[in-house]
T-cell receptor
Framework: TQLLEQSPQFLSIQEGENLTVYCNSS?????LQWYRQEPGEGPVLLVT?????EVKKLKRLTFQFGDARKDSSLHITAAQPGDTGLYLC????????????????FGKGTHLIIQP | DSGVTQTPKHLITATGQRVTLRCSPR?????VYWYQQSLDQGLQFLIQ???????AKGNILERFSAQQFPDLHSELNLSSLELGDSALYFC??????????????FGPGTRLTVT
């Protein structure tokens, strides 16, 4: 079973602060995706990372895929109240680490609250 | 708006009953995925269909089944419902078929409450 562990589970910070959330696994993933979910709504895709060591930037959000493709991080600079939400990482397991099903494996998520 | 539609938005039913959830994928997407989200388990992959054929199974119970029709919409059938089946059910679609990188786009979900 390819598990994705996210940390921290909960994070509450002040507007303007920086933060990093992590997504770790002992398995290799072909790709990792980050989603943001609002209560009662479907996850919204933020980014997909594919290549080990890859870094992608989306405005104030920076995503990194680990060199070994087992972990990823999301860094938010100067957080704003609009960043509040549940951040989920999800992966497509590599066939070489026992993957085969095409459904995404999700972490439990990081509940982020940005206080004004 | 992801382009994926799901109906109904909310569903309340009794234990032992059967319900059908419906999903229409984004235009051009051939793959449909079903997920269940509960507070304790998080998002769990149930099943995938690609161009009408079952492609992959995840943690789907035998009481649950799905199909994808020629127009590519999909239905998830849940039968002999139990209290523990109460959850959010999401449909996602992708243009890709398989283990290559496949970005999935999620619908707004159906909230099922079993009483």
């Amino acid at each position: 079973t390819q598990l994705l562990e996210q940390s921290p589970q909960f994070l509450s910070i002040q507007e303007g602060e920086n933060l990093t959330v992590y997504c770790n696994s002992s398995s290799v993933f072909s790709s990792l995706q980050w989603y943001r979910q609002e209560p009662g709504e479907g996850p919204v895709l933020l980014v997909t990372v594919v290549t080990g060591g890859e870094v992608k930037k989306l405005k104030r959000l920076t995503f990194q895929f680990g060199d070994a493709r087992k972990d990823s991080s999301l860094h938010i600079t100067a957080a704003q109240p609009g960043d509040t939400g549940l951040y989920l990482c999800a992966g497509t397991p590599s066939p070489y680490s026992g993957g085969g099903a095409d459904g995404l494996t999700f972490g439990k998520g990081t509940h982020l609250i940005i206080q004004p | 708006d992801s382009g994926v539609t799901q109906t109904p938005k909310h569903l309340i039913t009794a234990t032992g009953q059967r319900v059908t959830l419906r999903c229409s994928p984004r235009s051009g997407d051939l793959s449909v995925y079903w997920y269940q989200q509960s507070l304790d388990q998080g998002l769990q992959f149930l099943i995938q269909y690609y161009n009408g054929e079952e492609r992959a199974k995840g943690n789907i119970l035998e009481r649950f089944s799905a199909q994808q029709f020629p127009d590519l919409h999909s239905e998830l059938n849940l039968s002999s419902l139990e209290l523990g089946d109460s959850a959010l059910y999401f449909c996602a679609s992708s243009v890709r078929s398989g283990v290559e990188v496949g970005e999935q786009y999620f619908g707004p979900g159906t909230r099922l409450t079993v009483t």
